[in-house]
């Protein structure tokens, strides 16, 4: 195909490539979302201007077909652990995604040290249940990133795109400095969050991101990290043989799943942004720790009560047991 025949035939095309980057950034939330990666998503149709600017940049044979960008992706995560997680993800078997993948890469392993390239890794994957007007299937270039290396791609776009513009010697030793202070950054950020996750004092720490998890699948805004820690210190002593946060929080899932529409209910009723929230005694229900108040009440309602008999948050906890269609037990039951 020309490049004037490719040009035609994508303005013709474009609604639909437009409605499979609506399909497939939705497909992709609701992937991070199950495997508990907080991430930024977003994908979008190429522009027709874009796409004829990329064919007179390179030498394409037929620029239709080796343009494989048409729609581009993107999922941002905080570090290289859920990168790799994601990754991970990706080279499992299909039939537990929702989309194909297929070439898979991680460019920081196939770029030279002295040369400005994305960093993170790409991969195609197929956009599940929209095609072109003459059946085929359209595809989306997936971008995989930490923020440190998003950050980097974006610079390294407008100073070195593909070739296009080469800086000066000394610019360009500045910006490779950069690609190294980004790399650190990723390292740096993984070795402190594996100290942190094997110290004992971390390990409070560690339930709040588990129940945090949950609980932003029922309510859009998180809670205050310093009360939630309180809290978590005293709502952990109740089970006697509560597991360690990472099988807790298959727990806590199931419990979540088996629990959704009572638990969104109230929420919706009581927590942040509701008329409640504004009374002392329901706090609670605005705080990320509920989840394992509702755990408990659920699974363990004596052991529960028995720790917060007494303490600050006896009469938060009971508004939580009352909510969930239960009476606290008192120290006499």
Not at 61 to 80: C, L, M, S, Y
Not at 264 to 272: F, I, L, N, S
Request: hydrophobic share 40%.
């Amino acid at each position: 195909m020309t490049p004037d025949q490719a040009r035609q035939r994508f303005a013709e095309e474009h609604p639909r490539y437009a409605e499979a980057a609506l399909a497939i950034e939705a497909l992709l939330r609701a992937w991070c979302t199950e495997l508990r990666v907080g991430a930024v998503v977003d994908a979008r149709e190429k522009g027709v201007g874009s796409f004829v600017k990329k064919i007179f940049l390179n030498d394409y044979i037929d620029p239709w077909r080796e343009i494989t960008d048409k729609v581009g992706a993107r999922i941002i995560v905080e570090n290289t652990r859920d990168l790799e997680r994601l990754r991970a993800a990706l080279e499992q078997d299909e039939s537990a995604r929702a989309f194909a993948a297929h070439e898979i890469v991680d460019k920081s392993e196939e770029a030279s040290e002295d040369r400005l390239h994305y960093p993170g890794i790409h991969a195609q994957i197929a956009v599940p249940g929209v095609t072109t007007s003459d059946g085929q299937p359209i595809e989306a270039e997936l971008q995989l990133r930490t923020r440190a290396q998003d950050l980097w791609a974006v610079v390294s776009h407008k100073l070195d795109y593909k070739g296009a513009v080469k800086p000066a010697r000394h610019t360009r030793r500045r910006i490779l400095r950069l690609s190294v202070l980004t790399e650190m950054f990723d390292q740096e950020v993984g070795t402190a969050m594996k100290e942190l996750a094997a110290d004992p004092a971390y390990e409070v720490a560690r339930y709040l991101q588990v129940v945090e998890a949950e609980y932003l699948r029922f309510v859009a805004e998180p809670g205050n990290d310093l009360l939630s820690l309180e809290v978590l210190e005293v709502l952990l002593g109740a089970p006697a043989d509560l597991p360690p946060p990472e099988a807790y929080g298959a727990s806590l899932r199931e419990f979540a799943s088996l629990h959704h529409d009572k638990l969104q209910d109230v929420y919706d009723t009581y927590g942040a942004h509701t008329e409640w929230a504004q009374e002392p005694a329901y706090w609670l229900f605005s705080q990320p720790e509920s989840m394992m108040t509702f755990h408990l009440v659920e699974s363990a309602p004596m052991a529960l009560a028995s720790v917060v008999w007494g303490t600050q948050i006896e009469r938060v906890v009971e508004r939580l047991y009352w909510a969930w269609g239960r009476a606290m037990p008192g120290p006499t039951d």
